[in-house]
């Protein structure tokens, strides 16, 4: 009876939620990994997203997709330069004047996107979907440069989408990012690691 209701489930899920969602974990989990091969699968994921979060109403984070291809890009750029003497790219710290600004620049774009997705569109939870695209611009740039403190960015708001998205009944993409949460607690982990090993080989 278990095994026929989620056999179900699984068969009124949408394939192309399915594909974004399974590169989507891969890209996040070989992120946390530190492996560079995550940004191709970020890349398919995203382009994806774009698609599904149309269909939604979500237009905040749909917009937002087209930003992570870029970055995606980027990242992958930014990763492979690393010196050839050296095995992976070293993890930076966040610095005051980083935060200063993250926090402006989160608290100006939530406000003016919030705004403007209330007055002129039918979005579903205009000032959240800002709000959270505002952390995820943030979160995405230090992720591209390495900075440590991208995955306490990601923690926070990755327990948010996971509300709105089942709220949204997008229900593959809300485990997803459940799972993002885990991945993304444990990359901080891994990655405060290799930061104090940088710092006792130095």
Known sequence: MLMNTFSEWISAQNPLEVIGVITGILCVYLAAKNVIWNWPFAIISVAIYIFIFW????????????????MNTYGWYFWSRKPKSEEKVSVL?????????????????????????????DAAFPFIDSFCTACS??????????????????????VIYV???????????????????VIAALGYRDWRRDYRLQEAES
């Open 93 to 121: 710290r966040i610095t005051s004047k980083e935060i200063i600004l993250s926090v402006i620049g989160i608290i100006l774009f939530t406000v003016i996107l919030g705004f403007m997705l209330k007055k002129g569109t």
């Open 137 to 158: 611009l943030i979160g995405q740039v230090f992720l591209a440069r390495k900075v440590l403190e991208n995955w306490l960015i990601w923690v926070f708001v990755d």
């Open 163 to 181: 509300v709105v998205y089942t709220t949204k009944n997008l229900h593959l993409t809300a485990g997803m990012y459940a799972l993002y949460f």
């Open 55 to 70: 269909k939604a109403k979500l237009y905040a984070d749909m917009g937002l997709q087209f930003y992570f291809l870029a």
